[in-house]
């Protein structure tokens, strides 16, 4: 009964999720332990965010109730993973590996080529809201860089600045239709 009560409240005080978020939500917890659902917390804001775009800090709160933590452990797992994005991005979020053994294979250069065919620098978004570019730790893929991701999805391989533009060009193409 009282676990009845304590779901009721977190479900009403998580409210700024549509139901059909919240079906998923319940899909992650279902996988654990009914005393170990904070486990999902990841899942949970991956949902968030493709949905959403961006982990916003309300949603962080809600999501907190919803899984019964505390609201600073859930920024500290949004915050520690450069996959979830804390602020608004672009249609196309490019993370760009800078780590050493990219960096020893032209990633840096990369990144640098981006800024300027892009117009913005490492961390910013294009102004029609179409590129944000980002720097990024490891990407598991040293023996294919200069590598990149693009909305976290999709990796890049040997990047050179012909494929860079045909990356980018394509991308606008794809809008454009």
């Known amino acids: 009964m009282i676990s009845d009560v304590s ?5 009403a005080q998580a409210a700024p999720f ?12 279902s996988k654990y332990p009914a005393e170990q659902k904070q486990s999902a917390v990841m899942a949970c ?3 968030i ?5 961006w982990v916003s800090p309300e949603n962080e709160q809600a999501l907190a109730v919803y899984l019964g933590m505390a609201p600073i452990a859930v920024h500290e797992v949004s915050s520690f993973y450069n996959m979830y994005n804390r602020r608004p991005v672009g249609r ?3 993370n760009v590996c800078t780590n050493l053994p990219c960096q020893l294979r032209d990633g840096a250069k990369a990144l640098e080529y981006l800024e300027k065919k892009l117009g913005i620098s490492a961390g910013q978004t294009t102004a029609d809201g179409l590129f944000t570019l980002q720097p990024s730790e490891c990407l598991g893929a040293c023996a294919d860089s200069p590598v990149l991701l693009v909305n976290d999805r999709n990796m890049c391989s040997f990047m050179s600045e012909d494929k860079l533009d045909q990356l980018i060009d394509g991308l606008k193409n794809a809008e454009a239709n």
């Open 7 to 11: 779901s009721q409240v977190s479900t």
């Open 18 to 29: 549509s139901t059909a978020t919240m079906a998923r939500f319940a899909r992650e917890v």
């Open 45 to 47: 804001l991956s949902i």
């Open 49 to 53: 965010q493709q949905e959403q775009g």
């Open 92 to 94: 196309y979020k490019l």
